[in-house]
C-alpha cells in the first residue's frame, strides 16, 4: 500500500481532531477502507478508526461500551468511527477484516502509552490474523454476502461489485498463505480502480464476474464449516 499525499493530510487532520477529543484516553488511530484496498477515487472519503479506554465509570457501571460515529454533518473528508478500547481486541478476536486492516494500513498513530503495544500487534499482524482461520474465512465471507444480498434485491452498484471481487482476490491470498499484510495487493487493482472510477462495463458481464466471484467464496464458507474451530490460544493470551 503506498501513501497518498491528500490521504495522508485528512487523515490527520481527523486525528488531530480525536486526539483533543478524547484526550488521555485516546489510544490510536487508523485508516481504513478503499484507500487500504487501493480502491479509492477522488471522490473517496477517508475512513479512520480510533480506539479509547474505557472510564473507571465505563468500566464498572455502564451496561453497554461506548461506539461513536463522529462524521460531521456535511462533510466528505472523514467518516470517524470510534471504539472502546476492549471492544478493538474482540473484533481482532472475531478476525473482522475491517479491524484486522488497521494493523496494515500506512496511515496510522498511537499514544505514547500504547504505541509499544500497537507496534507489536502490527509487527505480529500475520500471526493476529491467523489466530482463528475460521472465523476469518466465515467473516469475510460473511462481508461478501451482504453486498451480494442486495444484488439479488436489484440494487446494482459499481462500489459493491469492486469490493467484493477484491475480497474475493483477498481470500484467494490469505488461503495460500500470504503474508496477511500482501493480501492487500491485488493483481487487479488498476482494473477495478478503473470500473469503480469510470463505471464502464456491461451490466452481463459485471454479473458474470460476480457469479464467479460468489462460486468462490461459497467454496470457502463450505470449507470454513468443516474446519476445527480451535483457536490460537497462545496468541490470544498475548
Request: charged residues 30%.
Given at each position: 500500500?503506498?501513501?497518498?499525499?491528500?490521504?495522508?493530510?485528512?487523515?490527520?487532520?481527523?486525528?488531530?481532531?480525536?486526539?483533543?477529543?478524547?484526550?488521555?484516553?485516546?489510544?490510536?488511530?487508523?485508516?481504513?477502507?478503499?484507500?487500504?484496498?487501493?480502491?479509492?477515487?477522488?471522490?473517496?472519503?477517508?475512513?479512520?478508526?480510533?480506539?479509547?479506554?474505557?472510564?473507571?465509570?465505563?468500566?464498572?457501571?455502564?451496561?453497554?461500551?461506548?461506539?461513536?460515529?463522529?462524521?460531521?454533518?456535511?462533510?466528505?473528508?472523514?467518516?470517524?468511527?470510534?471504539?472502546?478500547?476492549?471492544?478493538?481486541?474482540?473484533?481482532?478476536?472475531?478476525?473482522?477484516?475491517?479491524?484486522?486492516?488497521?494493523?496494515?494500513?500506512?496511515?496510522?498513530?498511537s499514544s505514547h502509552e500504547f504505541?509499544?503495544?500497537?507496534?507489536?500487534?502490527?509487527?505480529?499482524?500475520?500471526?493476529?490474523?491467523?489466530?482463528?482461520?475460521?472465523?476469518?474465512?466465515?467473516?469475510?465471507?460473511?462481508?461478501?454476502?451482504?453486498?451480494?444480498?442486495?444484488?439479488?434485491?436489484?440494487?446494482?452498484?459499481?462500489?459493491?461489485?469492486?469490493?467484493?471481487?477484491?475480497?474475493?482476490?483477498?481470500?484467494?491470498?490469505?488461503?495460500?498463505?500470504?503474508?496477511?499484510?500482501?493480501?492487500?495487493?491485488?493483481?487487479?487493482?488498476?482494473?477495478?480502480?478503473?470500473?469503480?472510477?469510470?463505471?464502464e462495463i456491461q451490466h452481463s458481464?459485471?454479473?458474470?464476474?460476480?457469479?464467479?466471484?460468489?462460486?468462490?467464496?461459497?467454496?470457502?464458507?463450505?470449507?470454513?464449516?468443516?474446519?476445527?474451530?480451535?483457536?490460537?490460544?497462545?496468541?490470544?493470551?498475548?
Amino acid at each position: 500500500m503506498n501513501k497518498n499525499y491528500d490521504t495522508e493530510v485528512k487523515f490527520i487532520k481527523a486525528t488531530d481532531e480525536m486526539v483533543k477529543k478524547f484526550d488521555k484516553s485516546f489510544c490510536f488511530s487508523a485508516l481504513y477502507g478503499s484507500q487500504n484496498y487501493g480502491l479509492a477515487t477522488s471522490e473517496s472519503d477517508v475512513d479512520v478508526k480510533v480506539a479509547f479506554l474505557p472510564s473507571p465509570q465505563e468500566v464498572l457501571l455502564a451496561g453497554k461500551r461506548q461506539a461513536m460515529t463522529l462524521t460531521k454533518d456535511g462533510s466528505t473528508d472523514n467518516t470517524i468511527l470510534a471504539k472502546d478500547l476492549r471492544d478493538v481486541f474482540v473484533e481482532l478476536y472475531k478476525q473482522n477484516l475491517n479491524f484486522l486492516e488497521v494493523l496494515a494500513t500506512p496511515y496510522f498513530y498511537s499514544s505514547h502509552e500504547f504505541s509499544s503495544v500497537f507496534e507489536e500487534l502490527r509487527t505480529r499482524s500475520n500471526e493476529v490474523a491467523r489466530y482463528y482461520e475460521r472465523g476469518f474465512y466465515l467473516c469475510t465471507c460473511g462481508l461478501f454476502n451482504k453486498l451480494d444480498a442486495d444484488f439479488q434485491k436489484g440494487r446494482f452498484d459499481y462500489k459493491k461489485l469492486v469490493f467484493g471481487l477484491y475480497l474475493r482476490d483477498f481470500v484467494n491470498q490469505y488461503h495460500k498463505g500470504t503474508e496477511f499484510k500482501n493480501c492487500f495487493e491485488s493483481e487487479h487493482e488498476k482494473f477495478y480502480a478503473d470500473v469503480k472510477h469510470k463505471k464502464e462495463i456491461q451490466h452481463s458481464w459485471a454479473m458474470e464476474l460476480w457469479g464467479d466471484a460468489q462460486n468462490t467464496m461459497d467454496k470457502y464458507f463450505n470449507e470454513a464449516q468443516n474446519m476445527s474451530q480451535t483457536k490460537n490460544d497462545a496468541t490470544r493470551k498475548w
